[in-house]
């Protein structure tokens, strides 16, 4: 057979065939076009499952009359205009084949009119031969589509549709998705004539938790915990459910990337590890999360459907993903660990509010000083920070900004046991039973030299953060964290002697010692990091295969190709660069340090900013400190002598 050119009859009909999947695809595509168009009423009117008529009315900006005709073209949009355009993609459609896929297999009437216009213009399309007629009609600013007898002349394809509740059913889960995404969308939906969902706007948090509650169940609002994750141009947000709220079936999933809703499997795979060790092999958990990012750093040119998209990094997304959730869940964890559910501890601050009648702790906003800096929290892909909110007023600052005061709030019943894990703040001051447990912990091992106690003005003057038995306090001297030094190391004192610690070589015993530990806390890659090697780094990794294996990593090797594939690492050490710590140490034909201090020195520390990390840094190298290495820590000590500074005085 001779190559041609295909009508544009049949290119449409190939075109439906990957856009029109079922009436849910319609509603879907038009919706999109309608919140394209700036639309914030959109209704949505279906009958007999939507085979019959789909017809979506919005208040849009309409369509000028000389340009229907042309809205029906396929390859015709107003949302792109060239490649660079396609590289970075905000709107929810772009590729210009949704009107005219659906009106070649349906019956379709376009009105429209724009706020220019004096009076609407309808244009009317059927079937294959596309022939538009254009006349003028009655209609406020805004567009309605209307979609009658779908598959009319496809009867294959007609065949294919369920009953009408089944497909019905596929429509309600588009307006539920999309009224998850856009809050200030005002949605209605009727099937047969009846209401069947109605969506009011939703401008503050009560009223989107109202919504919130309407789709995805009260139970789930009970539950929920709220995100808001950042690192550069990466914003997670949204509500987690709990462990304990976790479903038999992967029906509360909701996901959405520039208020796309996509299903992705990067994604997915990050949020099921991060409740990994929360949930049964066979429980799912329920989420509802928007991921903002650059539109230049994801592909959402995949497929016709637009459900599918690409990143260009999947591993810096995977890796946000996974953090973020999982710093949410292990923020509720610690408050409760037994029903992963907040209640008051021993040591409640004296200004979080507890209102008895929702049974819940209102944690309050930290009222930090304006000249203290943002305190940093976990590292996620690199220097990932979870940004606070605004520092409080004066008048509020002892009040969370999403929860009134006023008891109306009481009224709302999906407010009721609602979380908001945005700002977890604990007190620097452990409490009673945490302060016994590590005394006692202490006490069991063997005598530490050096006992750490933060007394920085910024922390409270009552007991210590890290203290030991009163045997141990009266026996032994401890340090005292005085302040941060630019950042690069602890001024600390011990009885009438003072040291600076440098932070970064503390970090990297930190490291040396964690690693040291039996056995070490592995990570699996979402992807794997696969190094192809010289025969001399083949034969070096060969020799130090041993010494790789106790530290935690786990490698796959082609001895033919001399390809490694590097499959788990050491889960402290899941955020460095290992494809360049691991080349460099195998590169390195110096042999005058162990294998840890040589792995150690490629690692890149992260900046201590707050002497509150600084602190947390030191008592973690304590935990791991013995009487073998216990020199090692004390080399790192710089002792200062202010008697020469005294005598100028």
Not at 589 to 600: I, V, Y
């Amino acid at each position: 057979m001779a190559i041609k050119i295909l009508s544009p009859q049949l290119a449409n009909q190939i075109a439906a065939g990957e856009v029109v999947e079922r009436p849910a695809s319609v509603v879907k595509e038009l919706l999109e076009n309608s919140l394209d168009a700036g639309a914030n009423k959109i209704q949505v009117d279906i009958e007999n499952g939507g085979a019959g008529l789909i017809r979506i009315r919005d208040n849009g900006c309409g369509i000028p009359k000389d340009e229907l005709e042309l809205a029906l073209t396929r390859h015709a949009t107003s949302k792109i205009a060239d490649l660079d355009d396609l590289e970075m993609i905000l709107s929810l459609g772009f590729r210009g084949e949704a009107l005219a896929s659906i009106s070649s297999v349906s019956r379709l009437t376009l009105t429209s009119r724009t706020a220019e216009q004096t009076e609407a213009w309808q244009v009317y399309a059927q079937g294959r031969e596309m022939e538009t007629t254009v006349k003028p009609a009655s209609h406020p600013v805004g567009t309605t589509v209307e979609v009658a007898n779908l598959f009319f002349n496809t009867p294959a394809r007609r065949k294919f549709l369920r009953a009408d509740k089944t497909e019905f059913a596929h429509i309600d889960e588009v307006i539920r998705r999309i009224a998850l995404a856009k809050f200030n969308i005002a949605l209605t939906l009727t099937h047969n004539g009846k209401i069947v969902r109605q969506y009011r706007q939703a401008a503050d948090l009560p009223q989107q938790l109202k919504r919130i509650s309407a789709i995805c169940g009260e139970d789930f609002v009970k539950n929920a915990l709220r995100i808001d994750w950042k690192h550069d141009d990466l914003h997670l947000s949204g509500w987690l459910a709990a462990p304990n709220f976790y479903r038999s079936q992967n029906d509360l999933s909701y996901c959405y990337i520039n208020g796309r809703m996509v299903r992705d499997k990067v994604i997915m795979h990050a949020i099921r590890q991060a409740y990994a060790e929360h949930l049964p092999s066979d429980a799912y958990p329920a989420f509802v999360l928007f991921i903002d990012l650059n539109p230049h750093e994801v592909d959402v040119n995949v497929h016709p459907t637009k459900h599918e998209v690409r990143f260009h990094q999947p591993r810096l997304i995977h890796d946000f993903i996974y953090e973020g959730v999982s710093h949410a869940l292990n923020s509720q964890a610690l408050n409760n660990p037994a029903q992963m559910q907040f209640q008051a501890p021993e040591n409640t601050p004296s200004n979080a509010v507890l209102n008895r009648n929702l049974n819940e702790i209102r944690e309050p906003l930290p009222s930090y000083e304006a000249s203290r800096p943002n305190k940093p929290n976990r590292a996620a892909a690199g220097q990932n920070m979870f940004v606070p909110n605004p520092l409080p007023t004066e008048k509020n600052a002892h009040f969370s900004p999403y929860f009134s005061t006023d008891d109306s709030n009481s009224s709302h019943p999906t407010l009721e046991g609602y979380r908001d894990s945005r700002a977890h703040y604990r007190t620097e001051q452990p409490s009673k039973i945490e302060q016994k447990l590590y005394g006692e912990l202490l006490g069991g091992k063997a005598a530490s030299s050096h006992i750490i106690e933060p007394s920085a003005p910024s922390f409270s003057p009552a007991p210590p953060a890290f203290s030991a038995t009163e045997t141990d306090l009266k026996t032994q001297p401890h340090l005292r964290a005085l302040a941060l030094i630019e950042n690069r190391a602890l001024l600390l004192q011990q009885q009438q002697d003072f040291f600076l610690l440098s932070l970064e070589k503390l970090q990297r015993l930190q490291w040396k010692l964690a690693l040291q530990q039996t056995p070490v806390e592995q990570q699996p890659l979402l992807i794997p990091i696969v190094f192809r090697l010289t025969e001399t780094q083949f034969n070096r990794w060969e020799k130090q295969r041993e010494d790789f294996t106790r530290a935690g990593f786990e490698f796959i090797a082609n001895h033919a190709q001399r390809r490694l594939t590097l499959n788990r690492v050491p889960s402290l050490l899941r955020a460095q660069n290992l494809q360049k710590c691991i080349t460099a140490l195998l590169s390195d034909e110096q042999h005058s340090t162990s294998f840890l201090s040589a792995l150690c020195a490629q690692l890149e520390s992260k900046n201590c900013s707050a002497l509150a990390d600084a602190v947390k840094l030191l008592s973690d190298t304590e935990l791991c400190l013995t009487n073998a290495n216990r020199n090692e820590f004390n080399a790192l000590l710089k002792p200062l002598h202010w008697q020469p500074l005294l005598d100028e005085l």
